[in-house]
């Protein structure tokens, strides 16, 4: 079927951003439902939406047939700054803020499978770039700890894909910390930061598993007929 389009909430839970078939990009005010402002120089779509956690800047990976980029919209004066793309089939397929909103994680999906990124989210300038050689294995889902110093990762290929895994990484450099098998697309830190939840948004289990040690807690049923959207 034809894929959904993504949707964002931000934090503070005063703006909401969605796209239409018309390729704009809307912020909406979520206290009354009116829209507050087309975003300019959308002109794509949206793989993935998130919000930093003061709500003024809004991160996207945008794709279109013929190119595909990384860019951030400020919400209050909707200018955009373009910090990665313009090359046909790389795409970004999960974007992330640091808790204190001064850093942007970055996933690729196409032809930029497996490539995670750092950056300055304000400035628009790359920490680190790790690749791994995760050919064809895109990053579908990432969650910073509540702290800053951890990022983790959701890795999803396919169905039985080897290449599929959850990890946590160093967001200081990107460093693996651990890995663990398995299908997962949508991941999430709990604000104590003693544990991380995942699954592949689609159907199967929902797993819990220790954040210091990478070892699973537990698995939980996700009903076949609801998503989970972590």
């Not at 507050?36 to 794709?63: R, T, V, W």
């Not at 400020?74 to 974007?95: I, M, P």
């Amino acid at each position: 079927g034809q894929a959904s389009a993504p949707l964002a909430l931000s934090p503070n839970g005063f703006l909401a951003a969605s796209w239409s078939a018309d390729e704009a990009v809307r912020l909406w005010l979520v206290s009354t439902g009116g829209l507050m402002k087309d975003l300019a120089d959308a002109g794509a779509q949206p793989l993935c939406l998130a919000f930093s956690p003061q709500g003024d800047m809004l991160a996207a990976g945008m794709y279109s047939s013929e190119r595909c980029t990384l860019a951030v919209w400020d919400t209050v004066s909707g200018k955009r700054k373009v910090l990665w793309g313009n090359k046909k089939h790389y795409e970004t397929s999960a974007v992330a803020f640091s808790p204190d909103g001064s850093r942007l994680a970055s996933g690729g999906g196409g032809n930029d499978s497996g490539v995670l990124r750092l950056w300055e989210a304000a400035a628009g300038l790359r920490v680190w770039s790790v690749a791994d050689n995760w050919e064809g294995s895109a990053v579908h889902g990432l969650a910073f700890s509540p702290d800053g110093r951890f990022l983790l990762v959701g890795r999803w290929g396919g169905p039985g894909d080897i290449e599929s895994q959850l990890e946590l990484r160093s967001s200081a450099d990107g460093r693996m910390l651990w890995s663990l098998p398995g299908a997962y697309r949508s991941v999430a830190v709990t604000p104590d930061g003693r544990f991380a939840a995942a699954c592949d948004g689609e159907e199967g289990p929902l797993s819990l598993v220790d954040l210091a040690t990478g070892k699973p807690i537990g698995h939980f049923l996700v009903l076949a007929t609801a998503k989970a959207r972590l």
